[in-house]
C-alpha cells in the first residue's frame, strides 16, 4: 500500500511536471509566434484555449506586442477573438489603441474605437502618440471621437508639443486649427515653439509662437 501511494505521488509530481513545462512552452511559443507574425499558430493556440490576454514580464499584451512589432497576420486575429482585453495597459500605462495610433494604423484604431477602446485616459493618452507619430489623420481620428486636445501628460508635454518637436508637421497644424493652446510649457520650461526650433522646424517654431502671442 505504501509503495503504491508512493508511485501515485511520484507520478502526480512527475503530471505536474510535465503541465508546467507546457505551459511554458506554450507562453513563450505565444510571444515567438507574434514576432515571426504567424497568425495561423495563434488561432491554434487561441482555439486549443490559450489566455489571449496573456502578458510578458514588462506587462505587455499581445496584441500591444503585435501592433509594436508590425505582425499584419496576428492583429486581426487578436482583435477578432472575443475577450481580447482591448485597453490592456503595460507598465508604462501604454494601450493597444496608442501603439496604433504611434503607428498610424487607422483600420486598428477604427476597429478599437468602434468596440469602446478608450480614447481619454489620465497620463499619456492616444492622442499624444498620434501626434508623435506619422499620420495626421490618426490626430484626425481621434479628435473627432472626442480625444482632449490639450492633455497634459506626466511630464508637461501636450499633444501639440509632441508633433512640434516629433511627428507629422501637418499634425502640429491641425491640431493648431482645432484651437491647440500653444502657450503652455512642459516641466523642462520648454514650449511647442521650442520644441519645433530643436527639431530645426524653424517655420514651424514660427507659426507656433504667433499661434501662443494671439491668445
Not at 505536474?16 to 510571444?31: N, P, Q
Amino acid at each position: 500500500m505504501k509503495r503504491r501511494r508512493c508511485l501515485q505521488g511520484t507520478a502526480g509530481l512527475l503530471l505536474a511536471a510535465t503541465g508546467l513545462a507546457a505551459r511554458a512552452a506554450s507562453y513563450e511559443d505565444w510571444f515567438r509566434y507574434i514576432e515571426l507574425d504567424l497568425g495561423r499558430e495563434i488561432q491554434k493556440m487561441l482555439q486549443a484555449g490559450f489566455d489571449v490576454n496573456t502578458v510578458d514580464p514588462k506587462g505587455q499584451s499581445g496584441l500591444y506586442v503585435a501592433l509594436r512589432e508590425g505582425s499584419a497576420t496576428v492583429v486581426p486575429v487578436l482583435l477578432a477573438w472575443p475577450g481580447t482585453a482591448l485597453d490592456a495597459q503595460n507598465a508604462m500605462g501604454e494601450t493597444p489603441l496608442m501603439m496604433a495610433a504611434l503607428k498610424g494604423r487607422m483600420d486598428v484604431m477604427a476597429s478599437l474605437i468602434a468596440r469602446g477602446a478608450r480614447i481619454n485616459k489620465d497620463g499619456w493618452t492616444p492622442l499624444h502618440y498620434a501626434a508623435t507619430g506619422p499620420n495626421p489623420d490618426a490626430v484626425e481620428l481621434l479628435l473627432a471621437h472626442g480625444a482632449v486636445l490639450d492633455a497634459v501628460a506626466p511630464n508637461g508635454n501636450t499633444p501639440l508639443m509632441m508633433a512640434a518637436g516629433y511627428g507629422a508637421i501637418d499634425s502640429a497644424r491641425l491640431l493648431l486649427r482645432r484651437g491647440a493652446d500653444a502657450r503652455p510649457r512642459n516641466k523642462g520650461g520648454r514650449d511647442a515653439a521650442d520644441l519645433a526650433k530643436a527639431a530645426d522646424r524653424l517655420g514651424l517654431a514660427q507659426e507656433l509662437g504667433d499661434a501662443a502671442a494671439a491668445r
